[in-house]
């Protein structure tokens, strides 16, 4: 039976959940505006529902945080995990402001299915449409924490010749990356994020905890 087609394993929250975490802290100011090419995934993008400010809720900018966890236990199994948080956004019919993910990947579906943000709706089975919006907040602790450097230097775009056949990617593109074409000659967006230094200050956790609780479902 193919993966895609076998049963998930069923786990509601709470979770508690064993992991290493890198995580890089940067601030970016609203005035800048969000590049939506970076900030989501092209399905996201284009859709109004979930990258569009007037629908959606506007972009306030502030601290943003690149996430990436190894977990080790977790209620359905050890997986990879990386999220974007590029600042806080103002929500619909709401006063407050708040970080949201709008970029996230997992390494296999029992997550996925269990832990669903809003989506729009796609060509894939992978990509399931769901307009509910969830609140959380999860609590990350660990006694092994140190901080590290992150080198953002971000390969160049390689020629359409190198590309795989059928695919047209390179062993070098990334999940975050925008389309570079466009961006190899543009020195402000060399290291990923616009405006960001190549050398960045981040923390690893070591022997980590993250602990997700219930989320709130969110009325837009």
């Known amino acids: 039976m193919a993966e895609q087609d076998s049963p998930f394993v069923?786990?509601?929250?709470?979770?508690?959940?064993?992991?290493?975490?890198?995580a890089l802290p940067f601030f970016y100011s609203a005035s800048s505006g969000l590049p939506a090419d970076l900030a989501?995934?092209?399905l996201e993008a284009a859709s109004s529902t979930f990258s569009s400010q007037s629908e959606a809720g506007g972009y306030k900018g502030g601290l943003c945080m690149l996430q990436i966890i190894r977990y080790t236990e977790t209620p359905v199994g050890p997986y990879d995990e990386m999220a974007l948080l590029p600042?806080?956004?103002?929500?619909?019919?709401?006063?407050?402001?708040?970080?949201?993910?709008?970029?996230?990947?997992?390494?296999?579906?029992?997550?996925?299915?269990?832990?669903?943000?809003?989506?729009?709706?796609?060509?894939?089975?992978?990509?399931?449409?769901?307009?509910?919006?969830?609140?959380a907040k999860p609590e990350l602790r660990s006694k092994a924490t140190r901080m590290v450097w992150w080198d953002m230097k971000q390969p160049q775009t390689?020629?359409?010749?190198?590309?795989?056949?059928?695919?047209?990617?390179t062993e070098s593109d990334t999940l975050l990356a925008a389309d570079r074409t466009s961006r190899t000659t543009d020195d402000q967006n060399k290291n990923w994020w616009p405006g960001l230094g190549r050398w960045r200050i981040g923390l690893w956790l070591d022997d980590a905890v993250l602990e997700l609780g219930e989320a709130e479902k969110l009325t837009l």
């Open 87 to 135: 600042g806080d956004f103002s929500m619909p019919h709401a006063k407050e402001a708040n970080m949201r993910i709008t970029r996230i990947y997992v390494s296999q579906k029992d997550t996925c299915y269990n832990v669903q943000p809003p989506l729009p709706e796609g060509k894939t089975m992978e990509e399931c449409s769901t307009t509910d919006w969830i609140k």
């Open 10 to 22: 069923l786990a509601p929250p709470p979770w508690s959940c064993k992991c290493t975490a890198y």
């Open 158 to 169: 390689e020629p359409s010749s190198e590309r795989d056949e059928g695919t047209g990617s």
């Open 40 to 42: 989501y995934a092209p």
